[in-house]
């Protein structure tokens, strides 16, 4: 009898370890949030709020599930620091009405952050996933920015997280910016949208930049869109820095990949973007300039496609943009007709410099086309020949080396998209990417390794690593981000001389511009990676 008794004490004690254990690990947060949530999940059951004296740690692979349409102010300090390998992941529990633009059902409300004081710490959201941001709201507090509202404050970074499938009623379909200078580097914004098609007219399906000198940099912008100007990003009033993003496959009313407007003086280069298969409805595919007059430096901005007029770069309103060293080729109009600059009024005259624009002058559309009067300057009409699949100029390319002769006081970043030297014996090519040709070798040999080749580029599920070793070598194969920071290392071991082929997984990499490098004894090897 006693030793029945001892294990059924044992068993009921099992019991409440195991439930404890199971069920410890989730916590609920409501009204007055701060400290350190390091649990596996948080559900949100109200609105929540760090107040302004207050400080809130979320730990990396935190869940945070919002019950209902919830949102965090934030008026203290916010640092959600994820990792690569553990982001933290905010969310809804139920997404069952999120494409319904006149409920607030299926998303959570946003993270707000306004009018922080001097004396708070800087907020730091980094390695974070937002789903299902849905603000849903016709006031002005509510209804900006999908996943992430901030006014009144620079005391703010976001890095490397992810945005996808996020609403909002009005502008900034992830997220949304005003008076807000602040670092927006390194995150993927992938499939949200902004505005009503009948209400209002949203500007920024991924990011919208308002009155903030923000540097908006690295990011990748693909699927978002919006109903009035810009798919992937729109900025207005005020410029900002944009430099090394990629925008692929947005679509909006104007300025598909992104448009700027209404801005008195531009102080930023725009530079070393790439700019890809976007649509608008009724101009400017790719890019749209309006009352604003940017310098353009370095982009490639090709097989962008309008259902109405400006496949590739369109201005309105008395603009006067500067364009050196771009690559516009490949875009097209009216569904089909070949186009890359439409000029929508008699007084929008960009000036080119060093540009390889497919067709020339003659094939300039709208007004100010037909009456072209603006400086066209060493501009050449050649199929730029990219590399396959891919957008790095082919060895032949007549963009290699063809850009300005005079790079002095240009505000020429030193790496280009790809993070290559953007300048290479004192010249450099037109477009996003810098081709990099040894001066002593010429046979695609350098040192003991063949030029390392990398395929499908982009990529979204596999690539195959493709190199030649000339004699028997120890290498390492790893990844690195943008800015040179190793991430990953595919293999490390001895290899003999000869053909080698080596399949890599990229599940778990984040949509991106990456560096695959390959080091041997004698010699560093690189080559940039596209992520979709």
Same mark, same amino acid.
């Given at each position: 009898m006693m030793n029945k008794k001892i294990i059924g004490l044992l068993a009921l004690a099992c019991f409440f370890f195991i439930h404890n254990f199971i069920w410890g690990t989730s916590i609920e947060a409501s009204g007055s949030v701060s400290g350190n949530w390091n649990v596996d999940?948080?559900?949100?059951?109200?609105? !929540? @709020? *760090? #107040?302004?004296? $207050?400080?809130?740690? &979320? %730990?990396e692979g935190v869940t945070i599930i919002f019950q209902g349409p919830y949102s965090l102010q934030v008026k203290g300090c916010l640092k959600a620091l994820g990792s690569f390998e553990n982001p933290i992941l905010f969310s809804i529990y139920d997404t069952t009405g999120f494409q319904n633009d006149t409920i607030t059902n299926g998303g959570w409300k946003h993270v707000r952050? $306004?009018?922080?004081?001097? @004396?708070?710490?800087?907020?730091q959201i980094s390695y974070c996933n937002f789903e299902y941001g849905k603000a849903m709201a016709e006031d002005s507090i509510h209804g900006y920015g999908g996943a992430i509202c901030i006014r009144n404050t620079n005391r703010v970074s976001i890095t490397n997280c992810n945005f996808k499938n996020n609403y909002a009623f009005f502008s900034g379909g992830a997220v949304y910016l005003e008076n #807000?200078? &602040?670092r927006v580097i390194g995150n993927s914004f992938e499939n949200n949208r902004? %505005?009503?098609?009948?209400?209002y007219y949203g500007y920024g399906g991924g990011v919208c930049v308002d009155l903030s000198e923000a540097i908006i940099e690295q990011n990748y912008f693909r699927g978002n869109s919006s109903t009035g100007i810009g798919g992937g990003l729109c900025v207005r009033f005020v410029d900002c820095l944009i430099v090394h993003n990629i925008f692929e496959d947005n679509f909006s009313a104007l300025g598909g990949g992104f448009g700027i407007l209404h801005i008195d003086t531009?102080?930023?280069? !725009?530079?070393?973007?790439? &700019?890809?298969?976007?649509g608008s409805q009724f101009f400017g595919a790719g890019i749209s300039n309006g009352d604003c007059s940017p310098t353009y430096l370095n982009n490639t901005i090709v097989n962008n496609n309008c259902l109405g007029g400006g496949g590739g770069f369109y201005c309105k309103d008395s603009v006067v943009p500067i364009l050196f060293n771009n690559i516009i080729y490949g875009n097209t109009q009216y569904g089909g007709e070949i186009n890359q600059i439409y000029l929508w009024d008699n007084l929008s005259q960009p000036n080119f410099y060093y540009n390889d624009i497919q067709g020339g002058i003659v094939n300039f559309a709208g007004t100010g086309g037909d009456d072209f009067i603006g400086k066209y300057v060493n501009n050449i009409d050649q199929d730029p020949f990219f590399e396959e699949d891919t957008y790095f100029p082919a060895l032949l390319s007549p963009c290699i080396n063809s850009g300005s002769v005079d790079t002095v006081g240009m505000m020429i970043p030193e790496l280009d998209l790809a993070g290559k030297t953007r300048i290479v014996d004192d010249t450099i090519d037109? %477009? #996003?990417? @810098?081709?990099? *040709?040894?001066?002593? &070798?010429?046979?695609?040999? !350098?040192?003991?390794?063949s030029v390392l080749k990398v395929y499908p580029n982009p990529a979204h599920i596999e690539v195959q690593i493709d190199f030649e070793l000339l004699v028997s070598e120890h290498i390492i194969l790893f990844i690195t981000n943008m800015k040179g920071v190793t991430l990953d290392k595919i293999c490390e071991k001895n290899m003999h001389a000869g053909h080698h082929k080596i399949n890599w997984d990229l599940k778990n990499f984040k949509s991106g511009s990456y560096i695959l490098a390959l080091q041997t004894s004698k010699a560093l090897l690189t080559q940039p990676i596209i992520i979709k």
């Open positions: 999940t948080v559900n949100v059951i109200s609105d !929540i @709020e *760090i #107040a302004q004296s $207050e400080i809130l740690n &979320i %730990g952050i $306004e009018n922080l004081s001097s @004396e708070v710490d800087t907020t #807000a200078s &602040i902004c %505005g009503q098609s009948q209400i531009c102080n930023y280069v !725009i530079n070393n973007n790439l &700019i890809i298969n976007n037109m %477009g #996003a990417y @810098e081709k990099q *040709i040894p001066n002593s &070798i010429f046979n695609d040999k !350098i040192d003991n390794i």
